[in-house]
């Protein structure tokens, strides 16, 4: 796992408005805490309702002071838009572990495309599927995982993020 000096776990989530990004991040919040972590998360807006650029940050360990994510501090970067990331690369520590669309869309930049394959994955769901993949190299554990999923996502979704997640912690990163 990849942590500050501190022992704090900073994960930044970027994409773009109505991909999901806040409720990844809301997810992944609720799981750290549930472990037992001190959570602060924030986000930052841009033309989130338009489609603008959207980051939110997430931290967590056992004591937390601040909610943003020092510039080039993060040890994970989620980008759940091939749009973003070269402009939030910067946020990425040196040594930190990137995680894109291109682990699942490889050079394809239409999110679409995932309603056409044959994997449980959506242009819907890919960001839980994502945490997935970002869940098996954080210590947290999976039951906490689902019931984060299960809180912030309503019941006739449950099987379907469920299913996205399992396989997003299939995927390999790097």
């Known amino acids: 796992m990849t942590t500050n000096n501190g022992g704090v776990t900073d994960v930044v989530i970027a994409g773009l408005g109505g991909q999901g990004v806040i409720r990844a991040a809301d997810i992944l919040a609720e799981a750290a805490f ?11 807006h841009g033309m989130s309702q338009r489609g603008g650029s ?16 020092p510039t080039g501090e993060a040890g994970f970067l989620l980008v759940l838009h091939p749009t973003q990331l070269d402009n939030n690369r910067y946020l990425l520590r040196e040594g930190g572990v990137l995680i894109s669309t291109k ?3 490889g050079n394809s930049e239409n999110l679409e495309d995932l309603d056409k394959d044959d994997t449980p994955l959506t242009s819907r769901n890919f960001n839980v599927g994502l945490l997935g993949t970002l869940s098996a190299l954080l210590p947290i554990p999976e039951k906490a995982w689902t019931e984060a999923i299960h809180r912030h996502l309503a019941p006739k979704f449950h099987a379907e993020n469920e299913a996205a997640f399992a396989y997003g912690r299939t995927l390999t990163v790097g």
């Open 34 to 44: 549930l472990s037992g972590a001190d959570v602060k998360q924030s986000e930052i």
């Open 54 to 69: 959207v980051t939110s940050d997430v931290r967590f360990g056992a004591c937390v002071h601040s909610p943003m994510v």
């Open 103 to 105: 682990l699942i869309l």
